[in-house]
Structure formats: structure tokens, C-alpha cells
């Protein structure tokens, strides 16, 4: 157990409306990541955060921002949901300094916009 | 541009024999490659890692052999038991990040 919980597990949504995702850790990681799940595509990284408000873009990032004010919450937003964005969400940290360790995922938040 | 590529989308194996996931990337800065396995309507799971400095981990009936000549690596399980059916992807890192792979679909027949 990572100590990863990740909020809302499930939601529906309508298109063009802001969602917010909650990752949410108890030990004190540096590193914490957003990535999103899609058949064919595998897990492909959103954002990551590298310290309190400091956080870089990955490669699908159009669409979503980030928030980091505290080191054990990780926020995900959709600014305005699209079709495109059902997805199944995964949050993840990583486990030492080094951002490119073994990363450990949160149990996921499927999201579908319709 | 994928920078990691599994190329087989799913694999088919009986119990009790050798599975092999394939895996190769392009960039030669990546410095720490890694498997994950997941099952449906749950998060991914780390399995096995090895640096760059190695060609080879071994953990249990779980091996990784690392060709970083071809830039290709490969997941070995052996004996293959109907419980590794899963989704497997392998990951690589540069550093800051985990770059992942499709993912491949492993069942293993009874």
C-alpha cells in the first residue's frame, strides 16, 4: 500500500463543465504524477509535481491543469471536460528523491463526460 | 513519437510454460526500465526493474533481460500460472519520469 487515495473514484459528467480530481498521500513524497489510462495507448503521463507548486507539463497535457499547495495533495483539473477526456485517471508517486524510480499508482478515478 | 514500444498487443500462453514480453525504446538517455502489471478495475502494480548498468534481474519466476545495444528489453515468466493473466506494461525512465509502453494483454490457459 502506497498510501495513495484518489477522489472521486467514479464520476459522470457533462461536457464543458470544470472537474477536479483529488490525489491525496500520507508519506511525505516529492514526486507525484497524473497519468491517464486508454486502450491502445497505454499509460500516458498528464502533469507531475516535483515539490510543492512546482510542477512540469507531460505529454497530454492540452486541457489540464495542476495544483500542488501542499506536499500530500495533488490536484487534477479539466478546465472543460471534453468527450476526448473519458478516461480512467491514475495518480502516482514515486518512491525516493529521484523522479524516475519505481513509481507506485493510487487505485484510479474513471471519469466519462458525455 | 512513441518512445517505448510493445509491439504485441496480446499473447497467449499455457500454464506451465515460458511467457516473453517484449519491449524497445528509442531514447538512449533512459537509465531505469521497469514492469507493471494490471489487472481490470485496478491500479498498476510494480513487478521488476533493472538499471541500465545490468542486463539481467531475476525475482522468483519473474526475469528482465535488459539489450541496451538493440534497445530492447524483455519480461520472462516461467513456470506461467493462470494468475499472471493481466495487462503488462514496460516503463523507462529519464530521470524526472516514467515513460510507458501500449501495454500487452497476457493470458495464460489452463
Known amino acids: 500500500d502506497a498510501g495513495i487515495t484518489q477522489s472521486p473514484r467514479h464520476k459522470v459528467t457533462e461536457t464543458g463543465t470544470p472537474v477536479t480530481l483529488r490525489c491525496h498521500q500520507t508519506?511525505?513524497?516529492?514526486?507525484m504524477y497524473w497519468y491517464r489510462q486508454d486502450p491502445g495507448h497505454g499509460l500516458r503521463l498528464i502533469h507531475y509535481?516535483?515539490?510543492?507548486?512546482?510542477?512540469d507539463k507531460g505529454e497530454v497535457s492540452d486541457g489540464y491543469s495542476v495544483s500542488r499547495s501542499k506536499t500530500e495533495d495533488f490536484l487534477l483539473t479539466l478546465e472543460s471536460a471534453t468527450s476526448s477526456q473519458t478516461s480512467v485517471y491514475f495518480c502516482a508517486i514515486s518512491a525516493g528523491d529521484r523522479g524516475g524510480n519505481t513509481i507506485y499508482f493510487g487505485e484510479g478515478s474513471w471519469l466519462t463526460v458525455v | 513519437d512513441q518512445q517505448v514500444k510493445q509491439n504485441s498487443p496480446s499473447l497467449s500462453v499455457q500454464e506451465g510454460r515460458i511467457s516473453i514480453l517484449n519491449c524497445d525504446y528509442t531514447?538512449?538517455?533512459?537509465?531505469?526500465f521497469l514492469w507493471y502489471k494490471k489487472y481490470p478495475a485496478e491500479g498498476p502494480t510494480f513487478l521488476i526493474s533493472?538499471?541500465?548498468?545490468?542486463d539481467k534481474n531475476e525475482d522468483g519466476r519473474f526475469t528482465v533481460f535488459l539489450n541496451k545495444s538493440a534497445k530492447h528489453l524483455s519480461l520472462h515468466i516461467v513456470p506461467s500460472q493462470p494468475g499472471d493473466s493481466a495487462v503488462y506494461f514496460c516503463a523507462a525512465s529519464d530521470g524526472n519520469k516514467l515513460v510507458f509502453g501500449a501495454g500487452t494483454i497476457l493470458r495464460v490457459k489452463s
Open positions: 508519506e511525505n513524497h516529492r514526486y
Open positions: 531514447n538512449s538517455m533512459f537509465d531505469y
Open positions: 533493472i538499471s541500465s548498468i545490468k
Open positions: 509535481s516535483y515539490g510543492v507548486k512546482d510542477t
